[in-house]
């Protein structure tokens, strides 16, 4: 039975939607969110109408490119071993969308409609899905129980309840237990949150599964030929791999650097690639007279030992890891700290900020021994002072970090069983 929240949404909806539309003239993301999804229904209509009669229809859905890759791995295997299904993908944001728009396993990639009845009913009635997995997060309750009307099986993938997640708050509790209540099925990052699942919303269906970007970081570290041209540069030296790097992380790092006596060769990967950034980040380069050179301009003088080689492109910063000695990950000092898991697993030891709660890959690598939680400067010179000139200690993190990857993976195979039984 459905939260008198759940009835008042579904309800009002449309009223909310409008009034967003209305604000959009004064909010360039609003305005892109409307726009992108314009003549949605006509394209996908299109792409659907070509497509062959198929035995299984399975929808993916993603808030962004972090959470589909998530469902990579489960993907893979079930095209592995049942290629002929088809897949359609959808997701909310823009950065998800134009980063896998091509993708060449689905069907048709495309945005979520906005939360309505109508737009949920006429997007069940063109993709028709045998079965909906949703990644992680971003549960839309129009499109859940059109879904569930039409007979869909609904997965709830790599699901998490962080402790302070509004979740668990009082007037959103009922809310969130109706939702929760549509999944046939939950597959958990950890016991813990299967715990939570059971006994705070009274889910018997949730069963721990592990979170699938394990393997798929495993999965991509298999495969480093986007970075072949330059292992030749970094061969027997010890090299720190800094990436997804912000400007409070600089502050912190080159600084560091500079006070060192013995310095690894260092490959500095920004978050943003974007000309404003690049220029920024080349000046203060210059101003604290460390010599560098862009990765799109490298040249076979390129002196690691004297020069750093900055990356000025996007799309294999988990390559780059597979050249690192010691590992430093970005955005721990802003909102939270990226991705751990793609230097770990390469059984290197990993450092970032202090903000790094709200990952619980992140907690579970400093908890394993493999990672330096770094506060300030002081505290980021000592670590790679340690990490540099003792192989022995780097040795030791680095396995533990490696460790803690190996030792979770294996969801892949549970989430994807599951959504044999209905093939």
């Known amino acids: 039975m459905n939260s008198p929240a759940i009835v008042f949404y579904t309800i009002f909806s449309p009223v909310f939607l409008g009034i967003a539309k209305l604000f959009s003239v004064f909010h360039t993301k609003l305005q892109t969110f409307f726009r992108v999804r314009k003549n949605l229904f006509q394209e996908l209509e299109q792409k659907i109408s070509t497509l062959a009669p198929s035995s299984f229809r399975l929808w993916v859905h993603a808030a962004s490119v972090g959470e589909f890759e998530q469902a990579r791995p489960v993907i893979a295997d079930l095209k592995k071993k049942h290629p002929e299904f088809t897949l359609f993908v959808s997701f909310l944001s823009d ?42 997060y971003d549960f839309w309750p129009n499109h859940l ?21 509004p979740y668990f708050k009082p007037l959103l509790k009922g809310f969130y237990q109706s939702i929760f209540h549509l999944f046939d099925h939950i597959y958990t990052v950890s016991s813990k949150d299967t715990l939570a699942f059971s006994q705070v919303f009274n889910c018997r269906q949730a069963k721990t599964a592990g979170d699938p970007r394990f393997d798929q970081v495993l ?32 502050m912190l790092l080159l600084p560091a650097l500079l006070g060192l006596e013995e310095r690894p060769a260092l490959i500095l990967v920004p978050h943003e690639v974007n000309p404003e950034n690049m220029e920024r980040l080349y000046q203060k380069l210059q101003n604290q007279s460390l010599p560098y050179v862009p990765v799109s301009r490298i040249k076979s003088a390129f002196n690691p030992e004297q020069e750093i080689l900055v990356i000025d492109q996007t799309g294999y910063l988990v390559e780059l890891y597979s050249l690192a000695s010691i590992a430093y990950v970005g955005g721990g000092f802003g909102v939270n700290v990226h991705n751990t898991l793609e230097p770990a697993v390469y059984s290197i030891p990993v450092m970032f900020g202090p903000r790094y709660h709200n990952s619980p890959e992140a907690e ?34 680095g396995m533990a970090a490696g460790k803690f990857v190996q030792q979770s993976t294996g969801a892949t195979a549970i989430i994807s069983d ?6």
């Open 145 to 165: 129980i059109e879904a569930k009307k039409c007979g869909t099986k609904l997965i709830l993938a790599a699901a998490v309840l962080q402790e302070n997640a």
């Open 219 to 250: 999965l991509r570290s298999q495969n480093c030929a986007k970075i072949d041209h330059l292992k030749p540069f970094f061969e027997n030296r010890t090299v720190l791999v800094a990436g997804s790097v912000w400007e409070q992380d600089e």
């Open 95 to 136: 950065s998800g969308y134009n980063a896998r728009k091509n993708f060449p396993d689905a069907s048709a990639v495309f945005y979520l409609p906005t939360d309505t009845h109508a737009n949920a009913r006429k997007l069940l009635a063109l993709l028709r899905p045998d079965v909906l997995v949703l990644m992680r």
């Open 364 to 397: 579970g690598i400093v908890a394993a021994g493999g990672a330096t939680v770094i506060h300030d400067e002081k505290e980021l010179a000592a670590a790679l002072k340690t990490l540099t000139a003792d192989p022995a200690q780097r040795k030791i993190n």
């Open 418 to 423: 599951g959504i044999e039984q209905y093939m």
